[in-house]
Structure formats: structure tokens, C-alpha cells
């Protein structure tokens, strides 16, 4: 005679994995970060950076020695001025354990309907999107300049920020860069122009005009 354990059936999951979340809600989510520089002065200087998830565009909101709550605060309050209408279609940030993200800083967020995500501290690929840019940030553009102070550094970010929305390719978004328009025809006519950017780090290709 078999003997029933008198356990019931394993319960199904129900909630999404980590991954599943991402992709189901890019359209809503933001990723912050930070990223250091040092200056050839041995002055460390502290980038602060926003990006949205759906297309990757990336706002580097700011350059300082001191990355205060204060500071990062008024930096996301310039932000979400800027994005204007858009500001109601974000619905999530992600953000790390860091001290430098405050009360202050999460109340901006919370008063637009933004939804705070903390990541585990030992889990910063939680944080992949933002991770990511980090990196190619420091590869393609922070580690082949000498960065003289905080003035210097603002102008390599800005044009380099310009390249990273208006140019770099994403194999997600079928080689469009951030700021791309789906569906847009291409002339594979029209010959292709090569420009330098970031004092000549990067190569940019487009078709003439």
C-alpha cells in the first residue's frame, strides 16, 4: 500500500522574473547612475546620469566634487522640467543604495507619480541598463581623455552625449540610436559621410544629405 505524503502540488509562480519586469514596463522606467572621473589634477569628479530604458536615451544631468542629496536632487528636478508632458509616461526608477540618492531626491519622483525601485546592494546587474552605459561611457570616450577640470569635462560629456542619442546604433532597436524614428526609409543611394566626434574619439557615419 502506498503511503501519501499528504503534500499538495508545488504552487506555480505567479510573479515575473526581474527580466520579464524590464521588458514588460521599458516604456515606463527610468535607471540612474553614477560614474567617476578623475582629473589630471588627481580631483575626482562624480557624473550623474539618467537614462530611459525604451529608446536609451541617456540625460548626463550633471558634473561635481560633491555629490550631495542636495545636489542630486536639483539635478532631477531639471530633469523632469525638461521632459515637460513626457514626465507622466514614466512610471518606475531604478536607483542603488547609495547615500547620495536622499528622501529629498526620491520625493522628486514619488510627487510626479514615479515609483522608486531600490536594487539589492549586492546586485548591481540589477541595474543593467544603467551599468552598461557606464561602461561604454568610461570605453569609448573617459578612458582616452585627460580630463583638466570640471568646465573640460562638461564640454567632452555634452558632445559626447549628442553622439550616444543621435548616432550609436542598438541592436534592440534595429540599429537605431536613441533619438531614431522607426520606419524611416534610407536611401541606400546616397553616398555615406564619415564625421569625427568627441575631438575625434568617434567615427560617425550618416548618409548626405
Known sequence: MIQHPGLGPVPRKVSPSWRQFLSSQAAGLLACDFIHADTVFL?????FFVMEIETRRIHILGVTAYPTGAWTAQQTRNLLMGLGERVGRFK?????????????????????????????????????????????LRRDCLDHVLVYGERHLRGVLAEFERHYNDHRPYQSRDQMPPLGVPGQVIDMRVPVQRTSAVGGLINQYRRAA
Do not use: H, M, W
Open 43 to 47: 580631483k575626482r569628479l562624480y557624473i
Open 92 to 136: 518606475f526608477l531604478i536607483r542603488d543604495r547609495d547615500g547620495k540618492f536622499s528622501r529629498v531626491f526620491d520625493r522628486v519622483f514619488t510627487s510626479s507619480g514615479v515609483r522608486i525601485l531600490k536594487i539589492p546592494p549586492p546586485a548591481p546587474q540589477a541595474n543593467c541598463y544603467a551599468e552598461r552605459f557606464a561602461g561604454t
